[in-house]
């Protein structure tokens, strides 16, 4: 691993400045919707929500409703994530966040005005699914937007960076319920209006900053925009448009995207079918998706409180402020993982570790919590406290491991020609899990109790497993060369890539596709060439 200086850490930030930018300002739709995950658990179990909605916390019907409100969002984001391949295909990656950012206000807006002289759930719900629909257009096309602008070498940095701000969203609205229950003791609706109302401001920073933005210039490239294309990666590199660096770049998007171009939607469906290759890519990125929720992470994002007091921690007060520490855990480790680790590293023994971590800590928790079940006033013996001390430290492993990197895999192992389909897919794939995971999460602690523990830590052994069999290591490699790492025998160059020196990505990191034509991983050289972007661009 790379030894820590700050003078190339500052020298990188130089270099790189502009798609750095572009980044942090994209990310803010992942922290919006973070912002919303955290939120939802803390007000559910606050008392003046459940006075304004008339609820009673002690009915057998109260964890059903608290899956239906926090499981509602998703079934909204699922539709969302479906609208992202029409909308950011055919509009562009940066109209579509536009779109979506938009929608999200509205349906925010809706959720902060609910219960006005009323006492039903109703538009709450109708307010959930409109913002939901917005987040989940969001989380589908940011990855996508960041990946096709970001350098090869910041590439995986910069993407997991949607997760950064993902888990800053999450703790800032941990810590904003955890202050409005200390400073609000009465039942007023503000106690729980106010974190709904909070959870605009991403949006709004999201909506200022993109204007300024460049549009993807490999969206550019799909649509015959040549010349756009050539000016939008001129500036997110800081170069001029006549720079080699920026030519040659813009030759190999255009190389691979030949014969491609303008492709609908039912091209691009057996576009993705045409090849054992090509449906490994785009399964590929679902598969990553379906497993990252099943760590049981957002189980622990909705359901922090109550999950804190199940395992012994006692208090509403108590149950926040931990869910809080638990929020700066998150934060910390994630930034950490993303200077030190997904770059350096890799993705592949980031996901590794973090996959053994992860299960150690879910399976101590049900195990302990079965044969050291606590009871409601005992205090907290031993093992109960490293119980509590275990979910901090599966957040540590999640947060460099499974949190960023199935998108950072999911968004640059797609080809480009139907990357905004895949990620579509791949996304709608986690809403999906992400709505079944938050329905059911009350119900098995309610019923089987450490068996909830038990289920998502025989899940990590699981993911452990396909990872050292299916997960390849892309770090540093270019996006249009990426595909060789899918070529020939999967399994024997994943096994392969667990070797780091032995790793097929280091032999591709310089790999460029105008000037070997079809070249292989072993450096054998083919006769296709191309036309250089220079003429491509006078042409157009």
Not at 189 to 208: C, D, E, T, V, Y
Not at 297 to 307: D, F, G, L, R, V
């Amino acid at each position: 691993m790379a030894k820590f200086d700050i003078r190339v850490i500052l020298a990188d930030i130089k270099a790189y400045r502009r798609a750095y930018f572009l980044t942090a300002v994209a990310s803010f739709g992942g922290m919006l919707f973070g912002w919303d995950t955290g939120l939802i658990g803390g007000v559910l179990t606050m008392d003046a929500f459940q006075y304004s909605f008339n609820l009673n916390k002690h009915s057998k019907s109260f964890s059903n409703l608290q899956g239906n409100v926090v499981s509602v969002l998703q079934a909204g984001c699922f539709f969302g994530a479906a609208t992202s391949f029409y909308l950011s295909d055919k509009l562009g990656r940066k109209t579509a966040l536009i779109i979506a950012d938009v929608i999200f206000l509205v349906g925010s807006i809706i959720q902060t005005c609910c219960a006005i002289n009323t006492t039903s759930l109703t538009q709450l719900y109708i307010g959930r699914v409109i913002g939901g629909f917005g987040v989940g257009l969001i989380s589908a096309v940011v990855p996508t937007y960041i990946g096709e602008n970001a350098n090869k070498e910041i590439r995986g940095r910069c993407i997991g960076c949607m997760q950064l701000f993902n888990v800053i969203g999450i703790m800032l609205s941990f810590f904003i319920n955890y202050g409005i229950s200390q400073q609000i003791k009465t039942l007023s609706a503000a106690k729980w209006r106010i974190p709904f109302a909070l959870q605009m401001l991403p949006g709004i920073l999201l909506l200022a900053g993109i204007f300024f933005q460049n549009e993807s210039p490999r969206w550019l490239v799909e649509k015959n925009r040549l010349k756009d294309a050539g000016r939008a990666l001129a500036r997110v590199r800081a170069k001029p448009v006549d720079d080699p660096i920026v030519l040659q770049e813009l030759d190999e998007i255009v190389a691979d995207f030949c014969g491609h171009e303008k492709l609908p939607l039912k091209a691009q469906l057996k576009a993705v079918c045409e090849s054992k290759r090509v449906f490994y890519q785009a399964s590929f990125a679902v598969i990553l998706m379906f497993w990252q929720q099943w760590t049981g992470t957002n189980s622990i994002n909705y359901y922090a409180p109550q999950i804190f007091q199940s395992i012994g921690l006692q208090g509403s007060s108590a149950g926040l402020f931990a869910t809080g520490i638990y929020g700066i855990v998150k934060v910390t480790v994630t930034a950490l993982g993303l200077m030190l680790a997904t770059e350096q590293l890799g993705r592949k023994w980031s996901l590794l570790v973090g996959s053994a971590g992860q299960a150690f800590a879910m399976l101590y928790i049900g195990i302990n919590s079965a044969v050291n079940p606590t009871k409601a006033g005992e205090p907290l013996t031993g093992t109960s406290t490293f119980s509590i001390v275990c979910v901090y430290l599966f957040v540590v492993f999640y947060s460099f491991g499974w949190g960023p990197v199935p998108f950072v895999l999911s968004s640059e192992c797609s080809p480009n020609h139907v990357r905004s389909l895949i990620m579509a897919a791949a996304l709608m794939t986690q809403w999906l899990f992400n709505f079944v995971i938050a329905k059911i999460t009350p119900l098995m602690i309610s019923n089987i109790t450490y068996g909830t523990f038990l289920l998502f830590g025989a899940c990590c052994i699981l993911m452990g497993v396909y990872t050292v069999f299916f997960v390849p290591e892309t770090k540093n490699v270019p996006l249009e060369s990426i595909h060789l790492l899918f070529e020939g025998n999967i399994v024997k160059g994943c096994l392969q890539d667990i070797i780091p020196r032995h790793s097929r990505a280091m032999k591709l990191q310089n790999h460029h596709v105008t000037n070997e034509g079809d070249s292989d991983i072993d450096g054998k050289v083919g006769h296709k060439g191309t036309v250089t972007a220079v003429q491509h661009i006078e042409e157009a």
